[in-house]
């Protein structure tokens, strides 16, 4: 089973504030990472698919970029709306496991 | 529109068993495969396992293997998810979840996801 790891696990930022949360694989999974944002109650909703390839209607504010097992997500400058917790995901293979979660919180 | 709609949320005695519902509408059934996951309360999403509505065929985590069933019924295009020998340590929501490729490989991402059902195990 391929380990994902995120970090931070929390952090606070500021509207307007850059945003980078970094995801490492136990073992090479090529660019199939993908990443999703989740708020309470909802489910994950899909931001970033294939490390860097935005998902259509999601705001250009958000980039991915990696390969390997490094991979990164940035928010350019953050939104009231883009409070919530983040999750990467890789899709190398079954099982397909999700990192632990990086919570983004008002400062 | 894409949607899955899932049946509600449900209390169940540890040792029971609980079958989800999974309805979908606009895209076609057996284009893609469904996956189940599951979300305890304050963790990460974890992959229960996939379907593939065209032919049946299943790949499950490890974890769930001998606890867990999943089914496609393509004459209502509706997914089932069905869990036995329940434990408190099954308290959780589950998702089914659709693809965003209709490649049959794990490379792929979830694109839509039902809204999501509470399952409670509690004596």
Redesign the interface.
């Known amino acids: 089973e391929i380990q994902m790891t995120q970090s931070p696990s929390s952090l606070s930022a500021s509207v307007g504030d850059r945003v980078t949360i970094t995801c490492r694989a136990s073992q090479s999974i090529s660019r199939y990472l993908n990443w999703y944002q989740q708020k309470p109650g909802k489910a994950p909703k899909v931001l970033i698919y294939t490390a860097s390839t935005l998902q259509s209607g999601v705001p250009s504010r958000f980039s991915g970029s990696g390969s390997g097992t490094d991979f990164t997500l940035t928010i350019t400058s953050l939104q009231p709306e883009d409070f919530a917790t983040y999750y990467c995901q890789q899709s190398y293979n079954t099982p397909l496991t999700f990192g632990g979660g990086t919570k983004v919180e008002i400062k | 529109e894409v949607q899955l709609v899932q049946s509600g949320a449900a209390v169940k005695k540890p040792g029971a068993t609980m079958k989800i519902s999974c309805r979908v509408s606009g895209y076609t059934f057996t284009d893609f495969y469904m996956?189940w996951v599951y979300q305890a309360p304050g963790k990460?999403?974890?992959?229960m396992g996939?379907i593939d509505p065209e032919d049946g065929a299943t790949?499950y985590?490890?974890?769930f293997q001998g606890r867990v069933s999943m089914m496609a019924d393509t004459s209502t295009d509706t997914a089932y998810m069905e869990l036995s020998s329940l434990t408190s340590e099954d308290t959780a929501v589950y998702?089914c979840?659709t693809v965003?490729s209709t490649v049959r490989t794990?490379?792929?991402?979830?694109?839509h996801?039902?809204?999501?059902t509470l399952l409670t195990v509690s004596s």
Do not use: I, L, S, T
């Open positions: 996956h990460r999403p974890e992959w996939q790949v985590a490890e974890k998702y979840a965003g794990p490379h792929n991402w979830f694109d996801w039902g809204q999501g």
